[in-house]
C-alpha cells in the first residue's frame, strides 16, 4: 500500500503537467497573430490572491517568465487526448470579444495529461473561484501576491461533484449566457459525466518502484507469476511516457495488440533474424527502418520469453551500428516485461531454446532486475502457493 506521503505527492503531480506546447494568440475573430514553441513547458494548476483558478505556463530556462490565465471560460479540447494532445483555448484577460490564447499541448504523457484535464475539470465545476475583477478593482485594489499552486482534491469536492449528476454541463453553459438565440452555440464538448478517482491504490508498492525506476530513464526488466499485474503495469508505463520516442513491441503479434503495439521483427526491420549479422545491418540501414531507430528513444518489450538470445544480441548490434553510439543497445532504454517460467522461444527440430538472459550482452543492456511477487488475480492463499509450486516444477500428485 503506497504511503500517506507518496499518495499525497501523486495528487499534487495531478495539477502539473510537462510537455511540449505551442502559444498560439487569435484574434477575436479566431484567426492566429502570432505563435511561440515551447520544446518543454510547464503547466501548473492554482490561485490567485482572489482564489481565482488560474493556469500558470512556465517556459523552459532562467529567462523564461511565467504566464497566468484565468480558467474560468476555458474551452477544453480532448479528443486526441489518448495521443498525449490536447488543447486549450482561454480568453485574454477573461474579457470575451478581445480575442484568446490558445495552448497546444503534445507530447504528454497520456495517463498524466488524463489526471491533469480530470483535476482541472473537477476544480472548475466545484470551486472556479469569484470572476474577474473590473479595471477599476485591479487599479486599486493590492499587489497581486505570488502564485499558490492548488490544493489537492478533497473528499468535499468529491462529494459535491458526485451529487450534480453532470458537472461538466456548468463548463458548457457558462460560454452560452452571453449568446442570442440566433448564435449558433460555440461550445464544442459534449456532455459527460465526470469520473470519480478510485479510493483503491492503483499500483502496489512493487509496481511504483517498477514505474520510478522507468521515469528516471533506467533500462530495466521486471518480472512475476501470471495474476501480479505486469501487463497492467506496462499499459500504465506507457500511459506515463511521452508517447515521441516511446516505441512499443512485443515478441507476438498478439501480445503486441494487447499493449497497442508492433512486433519487435517489425520495429527491428531484419526479417527473422537469421541471417549475417552484416545484412542484418544492411537491412536496418533501410531509410524508413533506420530512421525508426533513429527516433526511437524508449524500447518497450513484452514477453521477452519468446525471444531468442541470438536475436537479441543482433538487435544490440544493429541498435549501435544505426544509432553510431558504443552504449548499450545504442543509447535506448529498455523496457523489458515477460516470465521465462512461461513460452520459450520457438526453436526447429531437437534444438534446445537459447532463453534471452542468455545472451551475450544481456547484462550491459538490463542493469535493474525486479520480481513482482503479490498475485492479484486470486486471493485464496492454498491454491496461489500451489499455482507457484507448479509454476516451478515442484508441484507434487500427492
Same mark, same amino acid.
Given at each position: 500500500?503506497?504511503?500517506?506521503?507518496?499518495?499525497?505527492?501523486?495528487?499534487?503531480?495531478?495539477?502539473?503537467?510537462?510537455?511540449?506546447?505551442?502559444?498560439?494568440?487569435?484574434?477575436?475573430?479566431?484567426?492566429?497573430?502570432?505563435?511561440?514553441?515551447?520544446?518543454?513547458?510547464?503547466?501548473?494548476?492554482?490561485?490567485?490572491?482572489?482564489?481565482?483558478?488560474?493556469?500558470?505556463?512556465?517556459?523552459?530556462?532562467?529567462?523564461?517568465?511565467?504566464?497566468?490565465?484565468?480558467?474560468?471560460?476555458?474551452?477544453?479540447?480532448?479528443?486526441?487526448?489518448?495521443?498525449?494532445?490536447?488543447?486549450?483555448?482561454?480568453?485574454?484577460?477573461?474579457?470575451?470579444?478581445?480575442?484568446?490564447?490558445?495552448?497546444?499541448?503534445?507530447?504528454?504523457?497520456?495517463?498524466?495529461?488524463?489526471?491533469?484535464?480530470?483535476?482541472?475539470?473537477?476544480?472548475?465545476?466545484?470551486?472556479?473561484?469569484?470572476?474577474?475583477?473590473?479595471?477599476?478593482?485591479?487599479?486599486?485594489?493590492?499587489?497581486?501576491?505570488?502564485?499558490?499552486?492548488?490544493?489537492?482534491?478533497?473528499?468535499?469536492?468529491?462529494?459535491?461533484?458526485? $451529487?450534480?449528476? @453532470?458537472?461538466?454541463? &456548468? #463548463?458548457?453553459? +457558462? %460560454?452560452?449566457?452571453? !449568446?442570442?438565440?440566433?448564435?449558433?452555440? =460555440?461550445?464544442?464538448?459534449?456532455?459527460?459525466?465526470?469520473?470519480?478517482?478510485?479510493?483503491?491504490?492503483?499500483?502496489?508498492?512493487?509496481?511504483?518502484?517498477?514505474?520510478?525506476?522507468?521515469?528516471?530513464?533506467?533500462?530495466?526488466?521486471?518480472?512475476?507469476?501470471?495474476?501480479?499485474?505486469?501487463?497492467?503495469?506496462?499499459?500504465?508505463?506507457?500511459?506515463?511516457?511521452?508517447?515521441?520516442?516511446?516505441?512499443?513491441?512485443?515478441?507476438?503479434?498478439?501480445?503486441?495488440?494487447?499493449?497497442?503495439?508492433?512486433?519487435?521483427?517489425?520495429?527491428?526491420?531484419?526479417?527473422?533474424?537469421? $541471417?549475417?549479422? @552484416?545484412?542484418?545491418? &544492411? #537491412?536496418?540501414? +533501410? %531509410?524508413?527502418?533506420? !530512421?525508426?531507430?533513429?527516433?526511437?528513444? =524508449?524500447?518497450?518489450?513484452?514477453?521477452?520469453?519468446?525471444?531468442?538470445?541470438?536475436?537479441?544480441?543482433?538487435?544490440?548490434?544493429?541498435?549501435?551500428?544505426?544509432?553510431?553510439?558504443?552504449?548499450?543497445?545504442?543509447?535506448?532504454?529498455?523496457?523489458?516485461?515477460?516470465?521465462?517460467?512461461?513460452?520459450?522461444?520457438?526453436?526447429?527440430?531437437?534444438?534446445?531454446?537459447?532463453?534471452?538472459?542468455?545472451?551475450?550482452?544481456?547484462?550491459?543492456?538490463?542493469?535493474?532486475?525486479?520480481?513482482?511477487?503479490?498475485?492479484?488475480?486470486?486471493?485464496?492463499?492454498?491454491?496461489?502457493?500451489?499455482?507457484?509450486?507448479?509454476?516451478?516444477?515442484?508441484?507434487?500428485?500427492?
Amino acid at each position: 500500500m503506497p504511503s500517506s506521503t507518496e499518495a499525497a505527492t501523486d495528487e499534487c503531480d495531478d495539477a502539473e503537467l510537462r510537455c511540449r506546447v505551442a502559444v498560439e494568440e487569435l484574434s477575436p475573430g479566431g484567426q492566429p497573430r502570432k505563435r511561440q514553441a515551447l520544446r518543454a513547458a510547464e503547466l501548473s494548476l492554482g490561485r490567485n490572491e482572489r482564489r481565482e483558478l488560474m493556469l500558470r505556463l512556465q517556459a523552459p530556462g532562467p529567462t523564461g517568465r511565467p504566464r497566468c490565465f484565468p480558467l474560468r471560460a476555458v474551452r477544453l479540447f480532448t479528443r486526441f487526448a489518448a495521443t498525449g494532445r490536447s488543447t486549450l483555448r482561454l480568453p485574454t484577460d477573461g474579457v470575451p470579444g478581445a480575442g484568446s490564447v490558445q495552448l497546444l499541448l503534445s507530447d504528454c504523457p497520456p495517463e498524466r495529461l488524463r489526471r491533469f484535464l480530470r483535476t482541472l475539470r473537477l476544480k472548475l465545476a466545484v470551486a472556479p473561484g469569484p470572476g474577474p475583477a473590473s479595471a477599476r478593482a485591479q487599479l486599486l485594489g493590492p499587489r497581486p501576491r505570488d502564485f499558490v499552486t492548488i490544493s489537492p482534491v478533497q473528499p468535499e469536492e468529491l462529494q459535491r461533484a458526485a $451529487a450534480t449528476k @453532470a458537472p461538466d454541463s &456548468a #463548463l458548457e453553459k +457558462r %460560454p452560452m449566457e452571453s !449568446q442570442t438565440s440566433t448564435e449558433a452555440p =460555440r461550445w464544442p464538448l459534449p456532455v459527460k459525466k465526470l469520473r470519480m478517482p478510485s479510493t483503491k491504490p492503483k499500483l502496489s508498492e512493487e509496481q511504483a518502484a517498477v514505474l520510478r525506476m522507468v521515469l528516471k530513464g533506467q533500462s530495466i526488466f521486471f518480472t512475476g507469476s501470471a495474476g501480479t499485474g505486469k501487463s497492467y503495469l506496462l499499459k500504465h508505463i506507457l500511459g506515463s511516457l511521452p508517447p515521441t520516442g516511446t516505441v512499443a513491441t512485443a515478441s507476438t503479434g498478439v501480445a503486441a495488440c494487447h499493449i497497442g503495439g508492433t512486433t519487435l521483427h517489425a520495429f527491428a526491420g531484419i526479417g527473422s533474424g537469421q $541471417a549475417p549479422l @552484416a545484412q542484418c545491418m &544492411a #537491412l536496418a540501414n +533501410r %531509410p524508413g527502418v533506420r !530512421q525508426g531507430w533513429l527516433n526511437c528513444q =524508449r524500447l518497450v518489450i513484452d514477453e521477452i520469453s519468446m525471444v531468442e538470445a541470438d536475436f537479441f544480441d543482433k538487435l544490440e548490434a544493429v541498435a549501435r551500428a544505426v544509432r553510431q553510439q558504443k552504449k548499450p543497445f545504442g543509447g535506448i532504454q529498455l523496457i523489458i516485461c515477460g516470465d521465462f517460467l512461461q513460452l520459450p522461444p520457438v526453436t526447429k527440430g531437437s534444438q534446445q531454446p537459447q532463453f534471452c538472459f542468455q545472451a551475450k550482452s544481456w547484462r550491459r543492456c538490463v542493469p535493474v532486475i525486479l520480481e513482482l511477487t503479490e498475485v492479484w488475480r486470486q486471493a485464496d492463499q492454498t491454491f496461489i502457493s500451489l499455482l507457484q509450486a507448479v509454476r516451478l516444477g515442484r508441484g507434487s500428485l500427492v
